[in-house]
């Protein structure tokens, strides 16, 4: 074929280091989500005080589950881990994972807000990072409150 002849397109190959970003996404939206902190500790806490929960602790049962205070502590304990985490990982990016805005950065920025507002566990003050972040994201139009 010729220099300007049209072959069969081969599909856009994407560097290694581009996998490994979307790696470090979705393994960080899912720490913020509830696998291992965020969410998930703003949700025992809430389930378990909030008197809306009284007799329904645990989701998806029909009979009462009664609330287990034992699990507004550790929701509280996982939240300080979850704010601990992403203000050492916010130290040297803008953005949780590097220099553009994932979806990572909206798990995080819900979960921080659902904490605060309905589980009433507010990020302490001394995460500098995580509250430069935080300023930052709550400023964008798409972060309406």
């Known amino acids: 074929m010729g220099k300007n002849a049209k072959g069969p397109s081969e599909p856009a190959r994407r560097p ?23 969410l998930i500790g ?4 809430f389930r ?7 007799d329904r602790s645990i989701p998806g049962y029909l009979d009462p589950v009664p609330q287990v205070p034992a699990l507004v502590e550790r929701g509280r304990q996982r939240l300080t881990k979850f704010f601990e985490t992403f203000d050492r990982q916010l130290e040297a990016n803008e953005f949780v994972v590097g220099d553009r805005i994932s979806v990572a950065d909206i798990t995080v920025l819900c ?3 659902f904490a605060a507002k ?5 990020m302490p003050d001394e995460y500098r990072h995580l509250r430069r972040w935080y300023a930052m994201m ?4 798409s972060a309406g409150t």
């Open 111 to 113: 979960s921080i807000d």
């Open 16 to 38: 290694c280091l581009d996998i490994l970003v979307r790696c470090k996404v979705r393994l960080l939206e899912q720490r913020a989500s509830g696998y291992d902190e965020g």
């Open 48 to 54: 378990n005080m909030h008197p809306a929960f009284a």
């Open 138 to 141: 709550s400023a964008r139009p």
């Open 42 to 45: 703003a949700v025992e806490v």
């Open 118 to 122: 309905l589980a009433k566990v507010p």
